[in-house]
Structures are given as C-alpha cells and as structure tokens.
C-alpha cells in the first residue's frame, strides 16, 4: 500500500513537499515513480528514483527535486518555484519487479498506486 | 517520443470495444495498460503489452502490432466505463510517456 500526503494550497512562486509512505513489501527493493493529473487531463508521468537513477520530466526538471529514505520506507517529492501549471492530484507508484531483479532499475509498469493527494497552486 | 489514443470509443454492452495506442515503432517498446475511474487511482489491467494482472477478467485482453498496441475489452459491461491510458518507456530519455487517455462509454 502507499499513502501521499503533503498536498494543498500554496501560492505561485511557492513550495511544498510531498510523501509517500509505504507497506506490505520491502519498500527498499522497489523503483519508485510519481504521476500527476491535472484537473480534467490525463497522466503526467514527472519523477523516478531507482537503485542507481534518477530521472525527471522537463516539465519539473530543475525545480522539484525526488528522494527516498529506505529506512522510513518512504518517498518525498521537493517541489519549489510552483506555478499554476503545477496544480493537479499527485499520485506515488510502484515500479513493478525488484530492483534486483531488474539489475538495479525497474523500467516497468506501475503496479501499485497511492489514493493521490491534491496540489493547488493559486494566489 | 508521443503515444496518441483515441479519445473516446463507445460499445454496447456484451460487445467488444478495442482501444489503440500508437505510436512510432510501438512494436519495439513494451506497452502497459491502466483503468481509471472517476475519482479513483488508476488501475494496471494490462502489462508487457499481453499479460493480465492478477484478479483482472480475462475479457481485458492487449495485443501489438506494426503501428499501434490495442486494450481489447471484450463482453463489456458497465462496470467497465472508464479512462484507459496506454503507457511506455522512452529509454532514449528515460522518461514515462502516457497516451492521452481514451474514455470507454458503454451504452
């Protein structure tokens, strides 16, 4: 299971940070990945961390910023110099497959998704 | 790298609805298939372009060919009604791209 939280109301210009908590697996084996959808749109994919990479979409790339803490079993996504473009419902994601098996990044499908947690980026 | 899908595809219940996901060389890249309801997380129902999750009905089904991957829903019933995104990796740039979604009406 995961479960986002973090989300809400910031002014453009703003930051936030988002979490995503995990159970029921080894949260350390696992790629990570987190999609937003805009009010009304379809999915974005935005950020993956791996064993060994992380990669961002260009549209967040050199303003949020995604890490993980095995320890906790958790994700986090920074988020800074938000606009209204940013606004939408931010789901975390599983890389299906361990990052052992798939050699120390999983570049799959996403098998298990969080309930989502809301960005709204407004003055 | 763009994914294209139609927008909308309508079908008759207990009919089979066919949804395509296109794209250039979409047969060289491995296609996975999500539902989404309204208000709700999405779905995997189709991965590794064929293969079924566990506890998905077989009447989800996805196939590829030269120019386009397909989500074949098959004996459809209203419990069906949904978005349905195709999805692949672009490995040039390591990056997720989703297709724009395709809402599937049963009616």
């Known amino acids: 299971q995961l479960v986002e939280s973090g989300g809400g109301l910031v002014q453009p210009g703003g930051s936030l940070r988002l979490s995503c908590e995990s159970s029921?697996?080894?949260?350390?084996?696992?790629?990570m990945n987190w999609v937003r959808q805009a009010p009304g749109k379809g999915l974005e994919w935005i950020a993956y961390?791996?064993?060994?990479?992380?990669n961002y979409a260009d549209s967040v790339k050199g303003r949020f910023t995604v890490s993980r803490d095995n320890a906790k079993k958790s994700m986090s996504l920074q988020m800074n110099s938000l606009d209204a473009g940013d606004t939408a419902v931010y789901f975390c994601?599983?890389?299906?497959?361990?990052?052992?098996?798939?050699?120390?990044?999983?570049?799959?499908?996403?098998?298990?998704w969080g309930q989502g947690t809301p960005v709204n980026v407004s003055s | 790298y763009v994914v294209t899908q139609p927008p909308s595809v309508s079908v008759a219940p207990g009919q089979t609805a066919t949804i395509t996901c296109a794209g250039h060389n979409i047969a060289d890249k491995t296609v996975h298939w999500y539902q989404q309801k309204p208000g709700r997380a999405p779905v995997l129902v189709i991965y590794d372009d064929s293969d079924r999750p566990s506890g998905i009905p077989d009447r989800f089904s996805g196939s590829y060919g030269v120019t386009a991957a397909t989500l074949t829903v098959s004996r459809a019933e209203a419990g069906d009604e949904a978005d349905y995104y195709c999805q692949v990796w672009d490995f040039d740039h390591h990056h997720v791209i989703f297709g724009g979604g395709t809402k599937l009406t049963v009616l």
């Open positions: 029921g697996f080894t949260f350390s084996d696992y790629a």
């Open positions: 994601t599983r890389a299906a497959n361990s990052l052992a098996y798939c050699g120390g990044d999983c570049y799959t499908q996403f098998d298990i």
């Open positions: 961390i791996g064993g060994k990479t992380i």
